[in-house]
C-alpha cells in the first residue's frame, strides 16, 4: 500500500490548472527539508539540479528524471525547515510546505500551479500520476530505495482514470 493518497486537480479558470497532494510521511521534517531543497535530495527523487541557489530568489534549473528537457525559474518562497517554493518555466509554481505531525511525521503540502489544462499542460491525469509517483520516490528515497518501473506509472495513470469513467 503507497503512503501517499491520490492527489486532486481543479481548473479554477484564468487557464490555469491546480495539481494538490498532502503525502502524510513517516519522517521527520528535517530529514525531509535536505530532500527537498538540496541537490543531493532532488536527484533522488525529482531531477538533477542543474542550479540551485538555496534562497529566496536564488535561481535554480531541473533536469527531471526521465529524461525530459530541464525547466529553470527562481526560488520565490523559502522557510527553513517549513516551505520552499519553485517557480519553474514549464512547470509552473511548485510549493511544499512541511507542517510536522509529532516529532517523526511530517505532512507535506504540495501544490503545483500551471497553465492548463490544454496542449501545453498536457493531461491532468498525467500529472497526477507523475506527481503521484514523484512522492512514492521521496518515500522510498528516504527509506528502502525500490526499483521502479514505468507499469507503476501506468498503473497510477489508471487509478486516476477510474474515477472520471464511472461518473460518465
Request: charged share 25%; net charge negative.
Amino acid at each position: 500500500m503507497s503512503p501517499v493518497s491520490h492527489g486532486t486537480s481543479e481548473s479554477p479558470g484564468g487557464g490555469r490548472l491546480l495539481i494538490r497532494f498532502e503525502p502524510h510521511l513517516a519522517h521527520s521534517y528535517e530529514d525531509l527539508w535536505p530532500a527537498l531543497t538540496t541537490a543531493d535530495g532532488l536527484r533522488r527523487w525529482l531531477g538533477e539540479a542543474d542550479v540551485l541557489e538555496r534562497h529566496l530568489d536564488g535561481a535554480v534549473t531541473l533536469r527531471p528524471l526521465d529524461g525530459g528537457p530541464a525547466a529553470s525559474g527562481r526560488i520565490t518562497a523559502w522557510d527553513v525547515e517549513r516551505v520552499v517554493e519553485y517557480t519553474l518555466g514549464g512547470l509552473g509554481r511548485l510549493r511544499f510546505h512541511l507542517e510536522p505531525v509529532g516529532t517523526d511525521s511530517t505532512v507535506i503540502r504540495f501544490l503545483n500551479e500551471r497553465e492548463g489544462p490544454g496542449p501545453e499542460s498536457g493531461d491532468p491525469l498525467d500529472a497526477l500520476a507523475d506527481w503521484h509517483q514523484h512522492f512514492e520516490l521521496l518515500e522510498a528515497a528516504l527509506t528502502d530505495p525500490a526499483a521502479w518501473t514505468p507499469a507503476r506509472r501506468a498503473e497510477l495513470r489508471d487509478s486516476y482514470a477510474r474515477p472520471l469513467t464511472r461518473r460518465r
